[in-house]
Structures are given as structure tokens and as C-alpha cells.
């Protein structure tokens, strides 16, 4: 029956608003698949502690995420009596949200030291990402801090020399906001982003025995840390600057010298970005800056490699942390808006395209998953572990980090002109969405480092075995097995033509979630999970007849799953 204009709905059921959801608790799938990832126990302590993140994330968070998304960070060089003394002011927002993910939380310290959120010893890396992944649905930009000084502890852990590791590691781990030091890392020149053998800033080794390093760093974000890695050139005892990639080395570059003095670095201005508004990004001048040097000198880009790839596979869990926030705001408006009589939910167009927003989210979810285990694998030494972590990770950060810049937009889409107004989540999931594509190397790029990962660390038949693994060799999904071969096959031609980079990227990334969501199916008993996985490889990757007017349609249980 048509509803007259009077009878149309009006308020909250005319313009949703999920403003108070508990993000953890709307996830159908979160709480189950955390049972695959994480030991028992461990869960169980966490569980309230995800509980009230989802919470936060769905109420206060998202209330101050929203203002310190209207409030930038504002650069001060002096203090009003005209004392050179650079700070960066933030909104008391900002800092409240610090205070949550670095001290109430301990995001950045959990992976590195025990007495965390009360548990004894270090967490895996799936608990960092769990918590995280609700965190980012509220605020992306504070996540940029909070991933470069956990990444920062562990390449320093890695390289450093234990003088080095033990006086900075207890400031980067600290969860009390007056010690904690937070880590950065200074790459970027305006000659050298992707290309680092073109790095120009200069370090000069000093008497005693540290280094200065004098040049422009062109994009730095947390230029006000405590302590930042830095990628510059040595120059040899002959005056002469080191060529190549073999005289680019890393450096600990902290804030303040050893003797308490305000170290020789000055951020020349903050950047006017387009997203993670609430986070400083600014450009940094050394001047002669105080620094130690990490690691072996020539290898100092395979040291901090270590470093970016920490970066990417958190920036492929905030891509879908942010593509899962898009999903639930989606879902919660098609549920709760009603237009010609019905909710919008019940349309089918509307079920279609919600599933479409719902597919790549879980592809990016169970990817997340499967990479932290790896990494839990590789640190603990298995081999295999290692090819494998180096395969899945530029994989989910070329992969996850396109398909967030179309479920953000799609979603808005889906709220309507509201979706368009900044007083919504919308417009700042799609801003925020559009980084992860070229932060810590561009799509390109990133492809590209997928076929080096094949070449140089054997990763291709290591990945191709963990994902037959993932099927029970056929068992599970049998359709998926034969084209897991072809896109091997496609992955080593590429090697010789790198044109097809992002196309063998692509297709290994569909395969492999596809088998991991299997995997999570038959561990689960959900059939619903399994009909997903098979919704991979039907739109992602087997062609199909965009002239065709019929489509197989999609069991009923499955979009109740999705769409709760």
C-alpha cells in the first residue's frame, strides 16, 4: 500500500542515526572469528575490553573524532615572549582520543611488553589488530601515530644496538602519557618518495661517535614525536656522499638530545590535507640534527622495509576497519529508513548492493586475520613463516586500500544527501579511505612489491600452499583450487612483464581470502560463510556476462547474516 505524504515517516525513522551503537556488538562475524584467531583464554580477558572499545568507537569516540576532524592540529614556532620554541597545538579532543588508544588501551605498547590491559605477557599481533580495527571506525587519523611508534619499538628491537634498544624502548612502550615518546618515521624527500636510492639528506659521522644529519624531509606525519626513523645518505670519510642504495642508511632521530637540549630539527609547516585532519602532517627541515645510526649501514632501506611493512599491514586492518564502519552505518540506514512503504533493506536492489559493500569488508577482515598470524609465525621463527608475511602484506595493502575508497563512497551513497553533510561519519570515512592507497607506497608500487616479494623470498609456492591448505586442497572449495593455479601462473608472468603487476595482485588477493573465509567456515560450521566465500570468486574473479538478465541469487540466509 502506497503511503500518502502525511503518513511518511518523520524523525529518527526519517533520517537514522546510529549515533550510541556498539560497533562490536552489531559485527556479525567479529566475535566468532576471533575465536579462530585468538587462544581461548586470551579472548575470554579480552572480551570486555572489545566490548567497550566497540562501544566507544559507536558513542564517545566517534563524538571526539568528529572534532578534532573540525579542529586541525595549528603549528606555533614561538611562544608569545618570542622564544623559538616549536609546538604543535592539538584539540583537547585529540588528546583525549591519545589518552584512550595509548594509555587506557596500551595499542601501541601491547604487541612489546607485558602488564597490558592486565595480561602478563606481550600480546599477538591479532589482539593489537582486533582492538585497533574497532578504534579506526571511529578515528583513522591518531591510528597513523599509534601504528608508526609500534612499528618503530619493533624495528628498533630488531636493529638496534641494546644500548640504543634500552634507552628508548621503556618511553615508546610507556602507556602514562608523560613518558610515553611517540615514534614517526621521516622517508618521504621531495626527490625521493617511492625511490629511495634518490634520497639527498645528508649524515655526517661526529666525533663522538653519532651522527648529524642536515636536509628536508618532505612529508613527515607526527613531526612533534619523541623520536622518528630516518632514512638518510652517509657521507664517507672523503667528504664524498656514499652513491646508491648501499650509502643509504637508518637513523634514530630523537627530539632531544641526550643532554636534554631541543635537538637541531624544525618543522617548517603543517600540510593542509585532505583526510586524517585531526593528525599533524608537516614538513621537516635538519639542521645538523643529532642522531644514532640503527643497524648495519648498508642495509639501511632492508631495515627500514621492516618498518613500512609493520605500516602496511596495519594500513590494510584500517582499510577494513573503515570499510566495516561504512558497512554498519549502510546497513543500520536501510533498516531503519522507509520510502514507498518499505524499508529500504527489504528492496532487492538495495539487499544487492548492501551485499556488494559487505564482500570486499570481509575479504580485508579475514586477510587482516591470516597476515597477523603470519606475523605471529614469523616472529616465533617457522619456517615458512616469514615468505609468507611477505607475500599477504603488500597483497591486503594494495587490495583492501582500493576496495575502501568505493565502499566508503557506495556507502554514503546509501544515506543519501545527508551521506554528503560533515555533520555524518560518511564524508570522513571517504576522506580518511582515499590515504591508505598512497601512504607507505602507492598502488603501483605496491603491486610491484608483490612481485618482488615472488622473486626474492620465494613467497610465490609458499603462498599457493598455504592457500591450498586454507581449502583442504579442493575439499572445501573446489572451484577455487584450479584458478589458485592460474593466478600463480599470471604472478610469474608478470615477473617478466610487470604491466600485469596489479592484475596478478588482484587475483591472488581474491583467491586467497576466498580460501581463508572457507577455511573460517568449516572451522565455524557456517554455510552462510562458505556462500560468501563463493560470492568471491563469482564477482571477483570468474567473468561474467555483463549482458545477461539473470543472476544467481543469493540465499536467503546469508544477507539475513550480512545484513543484521
Not at 206 to 229: E, H, I, M, Q, Y
Not at 322 to 337: G, I, K, Q
Amino acid at each position: 500500500m502506497q503511503i500518502r505524504a502525511t503518513e511518511q515517516p518523520t524523525g529518527a525513522e526519517a533520517v537514522p542515526d546510529s549515533r550510541g551503537l556498539n560497533l562490536y556488538r552489531a559485527d556479525p562475524w567479529l566475535a566468532p572469528l576471533l575465536g579462530l584467531y585468538l587462544p581461548p583464554d586470551l579472548l575470554a580477558h579480552l572480551a570486555p575490553h572489545l566490548d567497550r572499545m566497540g562501544a566507544l568507537a559507536g558513542g564517545r569516540l566517534d563524538e571526539l573524532a568528529g572534532i578534532a576532524d573540525r579542529n586541525p592540529p595549528v603549528l606555533r614556532h614561538r611562544t608569545r615572549r618570542g622564544e623559538d620554541a616549536q609546538a604543535i597545538d592539538t584539540h583537547p579532543a585529540y588528546r583525549e582520543m591519545e589518552r584512550i588508544a595509548f594509555s587506557d588501551y596500551g595499542l601501541a605498547a601491547m604487541s612489546h611488553r607485558g602488564g597490558v590491559l592486565g595480561w602478563p605477557a606481550p600480546m599477538p599481533p591479532a589482539a593489537k589488530y582486533a582492538l585497533t580495527y574497532l578504534f579506526v571506525q571511529a578515528e583513522f587519523g591518531l591510528c597513523c601515530p599509534l601504528s608508526m611508534t609500534d612499528a618503530l619499538a619493533r624495528t628498533l628491537r630488531r636493529f638496534g644496538d641494546p644500548g640504543l634498544v634500552a634507552r628508548t624502548l621503556p618511553a615508546l612502550t610507556a602507556t602514562d602519557l608523560d613518558a610515553l615518546r611517540q615514534g614517526a618515521m621521516f622517508m618521504t624527500e621531495q626527490g625521493a618518495g617511492s625511490d629511495i636510492a634518490a634520497t639527498a639528506v645528508l649524515a655526517e659521522e661526529a666525533p663522538d661517535s653519532t651522527w648529524r644529519l642536515t636536509g628536508d624531509k618532505w612529508f613527515c606525519s607526527n613531526p612533534d614525536c619523541g623520536v622518528a626513523l630516518v632514512l638518510a645518505r652517509r657521507v664517507g670519510g672523503n667528504g664524498v656522499p656514499v652513491a646508491g642504495m648501499r650509502g643509504v642508511s637508518l637513523f634514530l632521530l630523537p627530539r632531544d638530545r641526550p643532554d636534554g637540549t631541543r635537538n637541531a630539527w624544525r618543522i617548517v609547516r603543517l600540510k593542509d590535507k585532505l583526510g586524517t585532519r585531526s593528525m599533524a602532517s608537516g614538513e621537516v627541515r635538519l639542521d645538523g640534527a643529532t642522531a644514532f645510526l640503527v643497524g648495519e649501514p648498508e642495509a639501511g632501506f632492508r631495515q627500514m622495509a621492516d618498518m613500512v611493512n609493520a605500516s602496511r599491514l596495519s594500513n590494510g586492518m584500517r582499510a577494513a576497519g573503515l570499510m566495516r564502519r561504512a558497512v554498519t552505518e549502510a546497513v543500520f540506514v536501510a533498516r531503519h529508513r522507509v520510502a514507498f512503504g518499505r524499508r529500504l533493506v527489504e528492496m532487492p536492489l538495495m539487499r544487492r548492493q548492501l551485499l556488494k559493500l559487505v564482500l570486499p569488508m570481509e575479504q580485508a577482515r579475514s586477510m587482516v586475520f591470516q597476515a597477523a598470524e603470519a606475523l605471529r609465525r614469523s616472529d616465533a621463527g617457522e619456517e615458512g613463516a616469514y615468505p609468507l608475511l611477505r607475500i599477504l602484506t603488500p597483497l591486503l595493502k594494495f587490495r583492501a586500500c582500493r576496495d575502501a575508497r568505493k565502499v566508503t563512497g557506495d556507502a554514503m551513497e546509501v544515506r543519501g544527501g545527508c551521506g554528503y553533510i560533515e555533520e555524518w561519519p560518511d564524508p570522513r570515512l571517504l576522506r580518511d579511505a582515499h590515504l591508505g592507497s598512497i601512504w607507505e607506497g602507492t598502488s603501483n608500487i605496491v603491486a610491484l612489491d608483490v612481485l618482488r616479494a615472488a622473486q626474492r623470498e620465494g613467497s610465490l609456492p609458499v603462498l599457493r600452499a598455504h592457500a591450498a591448505a586454507l581449502l583442504g586442497n579442493g575439499e572445501r572449495l573446489p572451484e577455487a583450487l584450479p584458478l589458485l593455479d592460474r593466478a600463480a601462473a599470471l604472478a610469474e608472468r608478470a615477473q617478466d612483464n610487470p604491466a600485469l603487476a596489479r592484475q596478478a595482485a588482484s587475483a591472488l588477493y581474491h583467491l586467497t581470502s576466498a580460501a581463508a573465509m572457507a577455511w573460517e567456515a568449516a572451522r565455524l560450521e557456517d554455510p552462510d560463510r562458505l556462500a560468501l566465500a563463493r560470492l568471491v570468486l563469482r564477482h571477483r574473479v570468474l567473468p561474467r556476462d555483463p549482458l545477461a538478465d539473470s543472476d544467481e541469487p543469493v540465499p536467503e540466509a546469508l544477507l539475513a547474516k550480512a545484513l543484521a
